[in-house]
């Protein structure tokens, strides 16, 4: 898989806000699918589908545990969406900085 594709996992899994709910739900901890699904009005399979797109994104990893399912965070996917936007953010400010200085010796 490219890192474009990888990116667009990551960015699109993050796109969804029940994601974003699981994924900051894991923040505090591990947790059995079960537990990640009780707060939502969807089904377990609904859930289930969720938790499928993270883990394709690498967002979040799947161990078990007898019959459980447990889940956790995988901060290295995040942190490369992480650098992808701060490396966008740079590019931006560099042409921002570029056109003030160019604004800036016009006036004079």
């Known amino acids: 898989m490219s890192d474009a594709s990888k990116l667009d996992n990551i960015l699109g899994a993050l796109a969804d806000p029940t994601r974003r709910a699981i994924l900051l739900r894991l923040s505090r901890g591990d947790a059995r699918v079960t537990d990640l699904a009780a707060p939502f009005a969807i089904s377990l399979n609904s ?3 969720h938790i499928r797109i993270l883990e394709r994104a690498r967002l979040i ?4 545990l007898g019959r459980e399912h447990v889940l956790s965070r995988n901060l290295r996917a995040l942190n490369e969406a992480a ?3 701060e490396t966008l953010q740079a590019k931006w400010h560099s042409r921002i900085d570029r056109l003030e200085k160019a ?3 016009e006036e004079s």
């Open 103 to 105: 604004l800036d010796e």
């Open 83 to 85: 650098a992808w936007i």
């Open 61 to 64: 990893e799947r161990r078990r």
């Open 47 to 49: 859930v289930s589908k």
